[in-house]
T-cell receptor, first 115, second 114 residues
Framework: NAGVTQTPKFRILKIGQSMTLQCTQD?????MYWYRQDPGMGLKLIYY???????DKGEVPNGYNVSRSTTEDFPLRLELAAPSQTSVYFC??????????????FGPGTRLTVT | GQQLNQSPQSMFIQEGEDVSMNCTSS?????WLWYKQDPGEGPVLLIA?????ELTSNGRLTAQFGITRKDSFLNISASIPSDVGIYFC??????????????FGKGTHLIIQP
């Protein structure tokens, strides 16, 4: 298993440009998540999905969109990039252990700079 | 929203020393997780805790889920150079039947002097 993979690893965008961050997992996990990590901070949840066709907002969803057409893929879309979106983005998926208990596994991250 | 206070913010220790860090929350959690993040990498799961009072070990690492469900600690015994990194606690409260995301602490930066 490759686990959770993310592309690209690095990207520089100009203000107002758009892009899609790709995330794929090969563990057949139903639940997937997008987080952002700002310098010296923990991770904050942007969006999550509990299965194909179902998405929901997290703590910081403004400026982002997601879709979940397959179990494996959970892309994150930035439509009008702003400097405040400069961050490291992590995708994660969850292995369900017990009802109400979840272990999340993370990808290597995408480092995005908006200038 | 839920807040996690993780301490200490950073630790400078000698190789071979034991390490202790903790997290406290204003809310209760169903699950506590401890992650380690190396520079330029994603967080890697170290230990997962599911029941209040649970004490779990993973090699030199030991973590406990507090009885009140509002705190957790992580101990590392006999530290070695590869223990260097940032350690994050994370809590999860599943509400409404959905798999809500994790709430993260701000991390403890562990630096080991040989």
């Amino acid at each position: 298993n490759a686990g959770v993979t993310q592309t690209p690893k690095f990207r520089i965008l100009k203000i107002g440009q758009s892009m899609t961050l790709q995330c794929t997992q090969d563990m057949n996990h139903n639940y997937m998540y997008w987080y952002r990590q700002d310098p010296g901070m923990g991770l904050k949840l942007i969006y999550y999905s509990v299965g194909a066709g179902i998405t929901d907002k997290g703590e910081v969803p403004n400026g982002y969109n997601v879709s979940r057409s397959t179990t494996e893929d959970f892309p994150l879309r930035l439509e009008l990039a702003a400097p405040s979106q400069t961050s490291v983005y992590f995708c994660a998926s969850t292995k369900v252990r017990l009802a109400g208990s979840y272990e999340q596994y993370f990808g290597p991250g995408t480092r995005l700079t908006v200038t | 929203g839920q807040q996690l206070n993780q301490s200490p913010q950073s630790m400078f220790i000698q190789e071979g020393e034991d390490v202790s860090m903790n997290c406290t929350s204003s809310s209760i959690f169903n699950t506590w997780l401890w992650y380690k993040q190396d520079p330029g990498e994603g967080p890697v799961l170290l230990i997962a805790l599911y029941k209040a009072g649970e004490l779990t070990s993973n090699g030199r690492l030991t973590a406990q889920f507090g009885i009140t469900r509002k705190d957790s600690f992580l101990n590392i015994s006999a530290s070695i150079p590869s223990d260097v990194g940032i350690y994050f606690c994370a809590g999860q409260w599943e509400s409404g039947g959905g798999a809500d995301g994790l709430t993260f602490g701000k991390g403890t930066h562990l630096i080991i002097q040989p």
